[in-house]
């Protein structure tokens, strides 16, 4: 996760994350990305169920019931655990997890326990009602998936109605006061929609998004071949932080990211280092601390099964399950090889990776990504874009 208005417009600097020691637990949310402790963030996949067919979907959703979903109860004693560890936020997700009834009685009891709780969603299910619902429970962040204006959203979500009903579902967030955002992931068929998404932003006094790279899992491992090629995410990239800057500039500012691709760090530091060296200084020191991809470490994943998963998107490769072992044991057996080599995943990546000069920014950016292609999951990832001449 790559802060663009954080590093390029400069609204982080190094010392507010060391004024708080950089622990995950004393961090606000804008700057956990840069704690030393590295406690997992952790996105807990509540259900499998979808009201839409997104093509891309990592969690190959279904408009149907499953009957391997954790229990109210067994969810519980996965927040009872999480926040022990320290967990600093639980991420619900899915599938859609508005189909989930105990969805707010799950997410105030993370809350209760002294996570931050927030929901990854397509909006649609949200109406005022619920939305009042989320905001009484205390519920910190509701992201929202659009991939583009009406008629690409709606052919990438696979439903008709898809954009106008998430639409709706932003403004029931705004009006019962809970932070929303928007999530948007890029490809070659929506690369012109970014500016429509700044627009939109602007319009609907949305105050953050998120531009996710394609990670190639569940149906997304269909898309590779529709992925932004290099010469593409560099563009998407610079009009990312050409926009952020300009609404930036005309007091106007919001909180963009672009997210699973940590070549966007050096790349923005070496935009920087052209355009105003004394940040680019900075920037470099904010990205050491972020540290890259932090699949198996910083980021975990809980599976609506109760399978726990180095990130959402690594699901073929379970290191064990909660209703045998806790979260927080799973997470520390490092006699588990893959776990233990994600610890320290530097070591162990190969190729333009293994000489990279980024290596202590990028950490070799995404394994699972690299293993979708190649079938090894320590080559370089494939949607690296960054030169020989920029990583040499």
């Not at 639409?167 to 029931?172: L, P, R, V």
């Not at 050491?288 to 932090?294: A, I, L, P, R």
């Not at 198996?296 to 180095?310: L, P």
């Not at 202590?360 to 394994?367: E, L, S, T, Y």
Request: glycine residues 8%; charged residues 25%; proline residues 4%.
């Amino acid at each position: 996760m790559i802060g663009i208005s954080k590093l390029y417009c400069g609204t982080v600097e190094p010392s507010d994350a060391l004024r708080y020691g950089r622990q995950s637990a004393r961090l606000p949310s804008h700057l956990l990305q840069f704690a030393a402790d590295k406690r997992p963030v952790v996105v807990w996949n509540i259900t499998r169920r979808c009201n839409l067919k997104c093509v891309h979907c990592y969690a190959l959703a279904k408009d149907r019931a499953f009957d391997n979903e954790l229990t109210t109860a067994q969810g519980k004693a996965l927040l009872d655990d999480l926040a022990a560890f320290g967990v600093p936020v639980i991420l619900f997700s899915g599938g859609e997890p508005m189909v989930r009834k105990d969805l707010p009685e799950l997410a105030a009891y993370a809350v209760e326990k002294g996570m931050r709780a927030v929901i990854s969603t397509n909006g649609t299910l949200i109406t005022p009602e619920k939305a009042r619902i989320l905001k009484q429970i205390g519920l910190s962040y509701v992201g929202i998936s659009l991939d583009g204006m009406q008629a690409v959203n709606d052919r990438f979500r696979g439903v008709r109605g898809a954009f106008a009903a998430a639409m709706q579902g932003i403004e029931n967030c705004k009006a019962a006061g809970i932070k929303v955002g928007l999530r948007f992931t890029i490809n070659k068929f929506n690369l012109d929609e970014i500016p429509k998404m700044f627009q939109l932003l602007e319009e609907r006094d949305i105050p953050r998004a998120c531009f996710y790279h394609l990670v190639y899992a569940g149906r997304g491992s269909e898309l590779v071949k529709e992925d932004a090629s290099h010469a593409e995410s560099r563009r998407a990239v610079d009009l990312i932080m050409d926009l952020t800057k300009k609404l930036h500039d005309r007091d106007k500012p919001k909180e963009i990211l672009t997210v699973d691709n940590h070549a966007d760090g050096p790349y923005v530091y070496l935009r920087l280092l052209r355009e105003n060296p004394a940040r680019a200084k900075q920037v470099l020191e904010l990205l050491q601390m972020n540290e890259g991809n932090s699949s198996g470490r910083g980021i975990g994943c809980v599976s609506w099964d109760g399978e726990v998963y180095a990130d959402q998107f690594w699901r073929h490769y379970s290191f064990g399950n909660v209703l045998k072992r806790p979260f927080s044991e799973i997470w520390q057996d490092l006699s588990e090889p893959l776990m233990a080599k994600l610890k320290e995943k530097k070591k162990h990546v190969k190729g333009r990776c293994a000489r990279c000069r980024w290596l202590d920014v990028c950490a070799g950016n995404f394994r699972v990504r690299a293993e979708a292609v190649s079938g090894d999951v320590w080559a370089p990832d494939p949607a690296c874009y960054l030169s020989d001449e920029e990583i040499a």
